[in-house]
């Protein structure tokens, strides 16, 4: 995992260095969050295109048969996001400050076991999720920031008797609310 994370950090930063200087995102943004509480980082890498890392608190909820666990987990979160509609909000006269726009995201996310509240008891080892999403994600002037996110999956667990994580494909929803600190864009 470290080795992943060390690659993709390598690339997104060698990416930047040769990305056009005409971007329609943030060179970078640094983000605390008040749902799921947490801190992310994004880097604008292309034009229409950043590299988001959170780490924080991540709501997991599994069940069936009458079951239903829920928890609030550690978890790091890495994401390539690509922002399709930028020209089109230029285009329209609206805002794409802090990145507002919507999205298209390759996503993975890893959980400890360790639950800080829920109704489960905490596991060994890690549980994650790997999978596209889509995203909505609004910048407002004084940098009150909401995301929304949907998409489907794979999730894993690496201890079979953790059950906040059940291993196999399902959906994934996302809500963040807070702030973009240092908020001060180039458009």
Do not use: C, H
Request: no cysteine; net charge neutral; charged share 15%.
């Amino acid at each position: 995992m470290k080795n992943l994370l060390v690659i993709v950090l390598l690339v997104s930063f060698s990416v930047s260095i040769y990305a056009q200087k005409s971007k329609n995102v943030e060179k970078n943004q640094f983000k605390i969050n008040l749902i799921n509480p947490g801190v992310e980082y994004e880097v604008g890498i292309g034009t229409n295109q950043t590299i988001n890392l959170g780490l924080g608190l991540q709501f997991a909820a599994s069940g069936g048969g009458g079951e239903f666990y829920y928890a609030f987990l550690p978890a790091i979160n890495g994401q390539y996001r690509y922002f399709y509609n930028m020209e089109r909000r230029l285009d329209k006269g609206k805002r794409i400050d802090g990145n507002t726009g919507n999205y298209l995201a390759a996503s993975a996310t890893i959980f400890t076991s360790d639950v800080i509240i829920g109704n489960v008891e905490s596991g060994s080892g890690a549980a994650g999720f790997m999978g596209p999403v889509y995203g909505i994600q609004r910048t407002y002037s004084k940098g009150f920031n909401y995301t929304m996110e949907f998409g489907l999956g794979l999730y894993f667990a690496s201890d079979e008797n953790f059950e906040a994580v059940e291993t196999g494909f399902g959906p994934t929803v996302s809500f963040s609310i807070g702030w973009v600190l240092g908020q001060g864009k180039k458009n």
